[in-house]
């Protein structure tokens, strides 16, 4: 079996910060009501750039750390929630700025805050089929565009950017995955862009106990299939949504909260760019070496739920 190879990352998000202070001037909260709940100190707004203009950036990054030239790419997904248009894709317009040839399928896929998991499985399913040897997968999100200011619970808790990954198929390479999604409006719903319309309807405690069982369960189920246990596993790198759901499923799992990456206190929750970006920071920082073994695990709407165990 032939597993995937992350040959580089890359990471954009619009320069605008917003504070936990700036947000209890729009709505009735606060930095330490935020910060407890959640873990979230800030988050990037777009002001001005499109979500394509994010995953351009992302991507161009990955590919110029690549060194890998757009005729080599053999398909390009951005994993979204909020593309800019329903059509063209937003991954059609990054190949357009990117100069991807026109033999290469692009395309959005939507499986929530789980998009960038989803999107691995689908470019090493791509990738084996075709004879290009490289793949650029995007997690691209504005949820600044479809949050409601007006609802304390839910504007607080996301923002926008975009992380990519230039990965290549290896014979032989760790690749353990498992997908997995149960229809659901009631818990996490995102309405269509549109300025009556737009809003992400969230039941917050049908959320975490969603993800708080989730993630546990991704992970041993991706331990069981590959024969490790978790001590051979260097580092879990989670969705970003809330630091109380990590802390828990970390307990739950009995894993060392250490092994678990976190970074939503300067992004919130990008939805399925948290995952790609915080690889893109660990990478960035050398907290990740050859050889090492990680387990990436999303969860969100659909309800979706995924996790990849690989040596980076
Ligand atoms: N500031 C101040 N007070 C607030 C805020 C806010 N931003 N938001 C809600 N409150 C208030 C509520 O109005 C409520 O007040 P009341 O008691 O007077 O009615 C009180 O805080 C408690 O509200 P709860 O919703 O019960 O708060 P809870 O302790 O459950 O925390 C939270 C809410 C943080 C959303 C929690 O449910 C949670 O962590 N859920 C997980 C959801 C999540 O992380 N979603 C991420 C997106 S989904 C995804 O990525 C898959």
Request: hydrophobic share 40%.
């Amino acid at each position: 079996m032939k597993g995937l190879k992350f040959i580089s990352t890359g990471r954009c998000v619009p320069p605008k910060i917003v504070t936990n202070d700036d947000m209890s001037r729009i709505v009735d909260t606060s930095d330490e009501w935020i910060r407890t709940r959640t873990g979230i100190a800030q988050r990037h707004f777009s002001d001005g750039e499109s979500a394509v203009d994010l995953a351009v950036g992302a991507a161009r990054q990955a590919m110029e750390r690549a060194q890998v030239r757009p005729e080599e790419i053999g398909v390009c997904v951005v994993a979204t929630c909020t593309p800019d248009h329903a059509a063209p894709s937003d991954a059609c317009l990054v190949q357009a700025a990117l100069g991807i040839p026109e033999d290469v399928p692009c395309f959005d896929l939507n499986a929530g805050c789980t998009g960038f998991l989803y999107g691995l499985e689908t470019v090493r399913g791509l990738l084996s089929l075709g004879s290009k040897p490289y793949a650029l997968l995007i997690g691209c999100e504005q949820l600044s565009r479809v949050l409601d200011m007006t609802d304390r619970s839910t504007c607080v808790l996301f923002g926008d950017g975009a992380g990519a990954a230039v990965l290549g198929l290896e014979e032989g390479a760790l690749w353990e995955a498992l997908l997995g999604s149960r229809g659901n409006w009631e818990i996490l719903w995102v309405n269509g862009p549109g300025p009556e319309t737009a809003a992400i309807h969230m039941d917050g405690q049908g959320v975490y106990r969603f993800a708080v069982e989730a993630i546990p369960s991704c992970a041993r189920t991706l331990l069981e299939r590959s024969g490790l246990t978790l001590d051979d596993v260097d580092w879990i790198v989670p969705h970003q949504a809330n630091r109380r759901i990590i802390e828990t499923a970390a307990k739950r799992l009995h894993a060392p909260i250490e092994k678990f990456y976190q970074n939503m206190e300067r992004y919130g929750n990008t939805s399925a760019a948290s995952i790609p970006i915080a690889l893109d920071e660990m990478n960035e920082a050398g907290l990740l070496k050859r050889g090492q073994r990680v387990m990436c695990i999303g969860f969100g709407a659909g309800l979706t739920w995924g996790g990849a165990l690989f040596q980076w």
